[in-house]
């Protein structure tokens, strides 16, 4: 089974476990699929998070987040009075970390596929090279983004063909992005990191005066990491360590909630105890996470079921919307980002989320080379104290420096299910060991980890089937601005409960674009649960 956002990609990674490929040789298919017809998110420009678990029971975390290049600085998008400039860390080549999605899936590929990096990339270079049928969603949001992708001639011909926008049903070929993608087919990530397309980074980055050059390139590594564990219920959740704020903030959440009767979903009780957790993870975030290869994060304390009793019981005398934390308001900004999960027939499992940032990243397109570069370098504290484009505020653990990978809230995660486990997890006798039953994770910025922590209650503790947890209405609040951001499918009466209790609301469109995969405890079928938000596709056989 595979949920992706893309329907091509979705039948690139069918077709590669149809091919005898695993898990993760699909999974790899996938990222590069969404990189040709996922331009928005999908990519070979950014970098994300891959979470393996294999049926062994092994788990390993793929760390391919991009990195500040060797030249950034503290202060770099500050003005002469320390203000952040308008759009610096956003768009062009200046907003770029240096890009780890091909690292990080060779990687993968290298280490956990059966099929090899040149057999799993020939969907995507087949899909760049042949073209595919330009959907409807696609069509809206080249068109929707046409003011950045305007500002650079490659992007302006590529995306936009110079005015004469794609709609829907057109065939979209990018011989140029199947040029690069058959490039690193044949020669692995040094292609990329060292050969042509290095010097073709490099080349464009000088004529926009970007940072990245050729020794930021040659020094990136995608980076293997213990994934974070925590305990609700029964359940063991495998999710995303620092760089990511992702696994920290859920495991959080999920402790203070753990002993709470929830009650039913969308109803005043459920949801004001939910946005308590929140905005008390949130404040946390702000203050202490940031790239544990340079900062010192207190992840084992965060995520202690000892802090999750503190935290409870302040939120429980509290009166509702009481101040958690001093800090300013900020604006909320959707974010965009893409996840996919895959489930194989032995039961390995991928969870992967990637990024280039904002929808279509910096904008800027690599001469000759027909791929978006990020604008990952937002995600760090420009000035910190100051929101991102998220609206999220962040501290110092998260400032800029040379080769630092910014905080990310990117959360791939993996439930598993022990019934007769410990409360910490500890198996019990003759179990037989924890069995897979959730894949999941959500594009949506600073969302993202609310959006991850609603579908697993949804499942674990509302018990609603995977497509039902994906379609139900999401709310967010990220502690500043101090609001709550909720979807038109929340009723109208819990959000009167909400108002009277002393909440700010705020109506959004749509929170997320959650790609999950369950597995039935009593006959191991896979259900694909694609999130009706965005374009995607479940798919299995
Ligand atoms: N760029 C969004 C994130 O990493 O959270």
């Known amino acids: 089974m595979v949920a992706s956002s893309e329907s091509h990609a979705t039948d690139a990674g069918v077709d590669i476990l149809r091919a005898g490929g695993n898990a993760v040789d699909a999974a790899v298919a996938v990222g590069f699929a969404l990189a040709v017809t996922h331009p928005f998110a999908g990519n070979i420009g950014g970098g994300g998070f891959m979470l393996i678990r294999l049926a ?25 009075q320390g203000n952040p400039i308008k759009d610096e860390s956003v768009v062009g080549a200046l907003a770029s970390g240096v ?37 409807y969603a696609l069509a809206q949001d080249l068109h929707s983004e046409s003011i950045k992708l305007g500002k650079f001639d490659a992007s302006r011909h590529i995306f936009l063909r110079d005015g004469n926008y794609y709609q829907a049903g057109e065939i979209f070929k990018q011989p140029e992005l199947a040029r690069t993608l058959q490039e690193i087919a044949d020669h692995g990530p040094d292609a990329f990191y060292r050969g042509p397309i290095a010097h073709e980074i490099a080349a464009s980055m000088e004529k926009n005066h970007g940072l990245i050059d ?17 305990h609700f219920r029964g359940y063991t959740i495998v999710s995303a360590p620092p760089p990511s704020s992702g696994g920290v903030g859920l495991v959080e959440m999920l402790n ?54 503190k935290l409870r019981e302040e939120l429980l005398a509290a009166k509702p919307d009481a101040p958690v934390r001093a800090g300013n308001p900020a604006p909320a900004e959707n974010g965009n980002t893409t996840h996919y ?20 990243g910096s904008g800027l397109t690599i001469e000759g080379a027909g ?77 993202i980890i609310n959006t991850v922590l609603e579908v697993l209650l949804n499942v ?20 500043m601005p101090d609001k ?48 009706p938000r965005g374009d995607g596709k479940a798919a299995g056989y």
């Open 56 to 80: 062994s029971g092994e788990t390993a975390f793929v760390d391919y987040r991009e990195e500040a290049p060797g030249r950034a600085s503290h202060n770099m998008y500050l003005d002469a």
């Open 99 to 135: 890009p780890g999605t091909v690292a990080g899936l060779a990687l993968a590929e290298q280490r956990y596929g059966k099929l090899g990096l040149a057999r799993v990339m020939a969907p995507a270079i087949h899909l760049a090279a042949d073209g595919f049928a330009v959907s």
């Open 214 to 230: 050729l020794g930021d390139l040659a020094a990136y590594q995608a980076k293997i990491r213990e994934p974070l564990v925590g």
């Open 256 to 309: 203070i909630l753990e002993p709470l009767d929830l009650g039913a979903p969308d109803a005043y009780a459920s949801m004001h105890l939910i946005i308590e957790a929140q905005r008390r993870a949130y404040a946390d975030r702000a203050q202490f996470l940031g790239d544990a290869d340079f900062v010192t994060v207190p992840v084992a304390s965060l995520t202690s079921k000892d802090y999750a009793v």
């Open 341 to 360: 999960s895959v489930v194989d027939a032995d039961g390995n499992a991928v969870s992967n989320t990637y990024t280039l940032n904002g929808g279509y």
């Open 371 to 447: 791929f978006l570069m990020n604008d990952e370098m937002d995600d760090f504290a420009s000035k910190p104290g100051s929101p991102n484009m998220f609206g999220l505020i962040q501290g110092e653990a998260n400032s800029i420096a040379p080769r630092k990978r910014p905080l990310s809230s990117m959360t791939p995660t993996i439930v598993l299910e022990d019934p007769k486990a410990a409360s910490d997890g500890a198996p019990a006798a003759g179990s037989g060991g924890p069995q897979l039953r959730l894949v999941l994770g959500s594009p949506g910025g600073g969302t």
């Open 460 to 479: 674990t503790a509302f018990h609603l089937k995977v497509q039902q947890a994906v379609d139900a209405p999401r709310f967010h609040d990220q502690w």
């Open 484 to 531: 709550i951001f909720i979807e038109p499918g929340i009723s109208e009466d819990t959000a009167a409960r909400l108002r009277d209790a002393g909440y700010t609301l705020q109506r959004v469109g749509g929170i997320g674009d959650c790609e999950a995969i369950a597995v039935d405890s009593q006959t191991g079928w896979r259900f694909g649960a694609s999130d």
